[in-house]
């Protein structure tokens, strides 16, 4: 099994609200991650965990907070977005953080700011 | 950060090979990876090879490694309308105690019956 869910499917804001995503996976990895990925380009890395650790921020805007509640859970807390926001937010996995096992991807949750 | 290019677009008739490029810059990169993306869905991983390797076949996909060039190359023999998506290639790096991908531009790929 290399499935990794995501909710919710779509989620249309304000720029006021505040809302989460949230990304599972059953399968025991140990890295989780979070991509955005705009209309037409390859997926951007936001941050990494590993062993339930924030490893790797990529200069994300404070709006955007990870949390990462146990092993099998990742959320992405969004506050504030602005319209550029907008986009397919992925989540994936790894057995470990090294580099050494593939990633495995969630389906997205696309995201519209209004 | 490294610049991972690919061919924007690829046209191929239903049972002919398709082969998508790839040119990377990392050369500490240790795996390299081929994914697929179909429309308004996430990625699929079709295959990965190790870096000391330059070339893999798993069913109709035949990976090759030019490490010398940094080029990597993905086979699609006997190409299908369901293999009408867009392919990324990826590589990865390892920094501390954790490791990212970085994504190729992305190459759409068209099959025409």
């Known amino acids: 099994d290399t499935e990794v869910t995501q909710t919710p499917k779509h989620l249309v804001m304000g720029m006021t609200n505040k809302k989460s995503l949230k990304c599972e996976q059953h399968?025991?990895?140990?890295?989780m991650y979070w991509y955005k990925q705009k209309a037409k380009k390859p997926p951007e890395l936001m941050f990494v965990?590993?062993?339930?650790?924030?490893?790797i921020n990529e200069s994300v805007p404070s709006r955007f907070s990870p949390e990462c509640p146990n092993s099998s859970l990742l959320n992405l807390h969004l506050h504030a977005l602005q319209p550029e926001d907008s986009a397919l937010y992925l989540c994936?996995?790894?057995?470990?953080?090294?580099?050494?096992?593939?990633?495995?991807f969630g389906p997205g949750t696309r995201l519209l700011v209004l | 950060g490294e610049d991972v290019e690919q061919s924007l677009f690829l046209s191929v008739r239903e049972g002919d090979s398709s082969v998508i490029n790839c040119t990377y810059t990392d050369s500490s990169s240790t795996y390299l990876y081929w994914y697929k993306q179909e429309p308004g869905a996430g990625l699929q991983l079709l295959t990965y090879i190790f870096s000391n390797m330059d070339m893999k076949q798993d069913q109709r996909l035949t990976v090759l490694l030019n490490k010398k060039d940094k080029h990597l190359s993905l086979r699609i023999a006997d190409t299908q309308t369901g293999d009408s998506a867009i392919y990324f290639c990826?590589?990865?790096?390892?920094?501390?105690?954790?490791?990212?991908?970085?994504f190729g531009t992305g190459t759409r790929l068209q099959v025409t019956l």
């Open positions: 994936a996995s790894s057995q470990e953080g090294d580099g050494r096992q593939a990633q495995y």
């Open positions: 990826a590589e990865s790096s390892h920094t501390g105690t954790a490791s990212k991908l970085t």
């Open positions: 399968m025991g990895h140990r890295a």
């Open positions: 965990y590993s062993y339930e650790k924030l490893s």
